[in-house]
């Protein structure tokens, strides 16, 4: 049972890790739009540096 449960948490990591890893690609993508205003890149840039960080007490949805 044990072994189950360290596998699912295992799964679940690495899901999260790949769905934090579109989210960058996604910011980034809309952060260099020739359209996109300075400040709307630097707010891509900063949400791209606390994605990447790994912060352990954020949780994104």
Same mark, same amino acid.
């Given at each position: 049972?044990?072994?189950?449960?360290?596998?699912?948490?295992?799964?679940? +990591? =690495?899901? @999260?890790?790949?769905?934090? !890893?579109?989210? *960058?690609?996604?910011? &980034?993508?809309?952060?260099?739009?020739?359209?996109? +205003? =300075?400040? @709307?890149?630097?707010?891509? !840039?900063?949400? *791209?540096?606390?994605? &990447?960080?790994?912060?352990?007490?954020?949780?994104?949805?």
């Amino acid at each position: 049972m044990h072994t189950v449960i360290k596998h699912r948490r295992e799964r679940v +990591q =690495a899901v @999260d890790e790949v769905v934090v !890893l579109e989210r *960058i690609e996604l910011i &980034a993508r809309l952060g260099v739009c020739y359209e996109s +205003q =300075a400040k @709307d890149k630097d707010i891509a !840039l900063i949400w *791209i540096s606390e994605l &990447a960080g790994g912060d352990e007490n954020q949780h994104y949805p």
